[in-house]
């Protein structure tokens, strides 16, 4: 019982707030906002099935695709940087921001706003690595160009650059905090990833541009 009260008395109610809110801004699926906006279908009925950019493109509408791709990165991004320019005022912790950063994510994977089924996650957890240290999104995004471009495999180039974040995060990253919220994001968009890995390694992966069935 001490431990758990301890867990407890680590975050202030601003915190728990804040990660409330956190949770609450990551739960708007662009996915589905942006191809409703379009009069498109929604994006969990086709191709793959996950609400994120990159099954978006499988409609074959670009524009909608990048939109999807952009909110889903500013809502990680304005989630963190909103709690750390309120954090001196707010009284928010270090462990509170982190906690943030881990929210924002879960929400876009399980999302209160859409029966909790969200997507995967690689364009909010960019925006949250941004917000919490640049130079690791920098570097993990330099990643999935890379590969994505070369490969044409989106999800290999997910995994890569997400496997990398933590080791980036140790480097780079002054807070312990912060470093393991960047952990605990590796993992959870990794086990998101299973579908996909299995797909990687029997040959079926679908390639970045492929039109939905």
Known sequence: MQSNSAMLDLFSAADWVAVAAAYLLGSLSF???????????????????????TNVLRSGRKKAAALTLLGDALKGLVA???AR????AAGLSDAGIAAVAVAALVGHMWPVFFGFKGGKGVATALGVLLALCWPVALICAAVWLILAFGLKISSLAALAATAISPLAAYWLVDKSSW????????????VRHHSNIRNLLSGRE????EKAE
Not at 85 to 88: E, P
Not at 179 to 190: E, R
Not at 206 to 209: A, C, E, P, R, W
């Open 85 to 88: 320019w309120l954090q001196d």
């Open 179 to 190: 470093v393991w919220a960047v952990v605990i994001i590796a993992v959870l968009v990794l």
């Open 31 to 53: 996915a589905v906002l942006v191809s409703k906006y379009y009069g498109m279908d929604d994006p969990r009925t086709y191709g793959s099935g996950n609400p994120g950019a």
């Open 206 to 209: 679908g390639k970045i541009g």
């Open 80 to 82: 963190v940087l909103l």
